[in-house]
């Protein structure tokens, strides 16, 4: 009975942790974002989106996509993603990590289809 209570302790300590570690972790931009490639990284333009926990260092409009290898197969799932809804006039979601680039544009690790 002790047993199953510590263990039923743990993995909530553990679930809170990890829940509270995503809530904070960093902008979400919701809309359309239009695709733009400088310097060998893809960025995004927030053209008619709405931003809300965007962290402090994002001091631009832009944000950049994490993956920078263009040959992983991660990046080019994601940038079929908004590439197709840019075309297609579709919104996404973007989650970013809560860091910066050194320009001032968060970097994202999350994009997901809005509509």
Request: aromatic share 12%; net charge neutral.
């Amino acid at each position: 009975m002790l047993l199953s209570r510590n263990l039923l302790l743990m993995v909530s300590f553990i679930f809170l942790g990890c829940y509270s570690s995503f809530a904070l972790s960093g902008g979400r931009y919701v809309g359309k974002l239009r695709p733009h490639f400088w310097n060998s990284s893809l960025y995004l333009y927030p053209v008619d989106a709405d931003k809300t926990d965007v962290p402090d260092c994002a001091t631009r409009e832009l944000v950049r996509l994490q993956e920078t290898d263009i040959n992983s197969s991660i990046y080019a799932q994601k940038y079929s993603m908004i590439l197709a809804a840019w075309m297609a006039g579709k919104k996404m979601d973007v989650r970013g990590t809560g860091n910066c680039t050194g320009e001032g544009d968060e970097i994202i690790f999350a994009v997901i289809p809005a509509e």
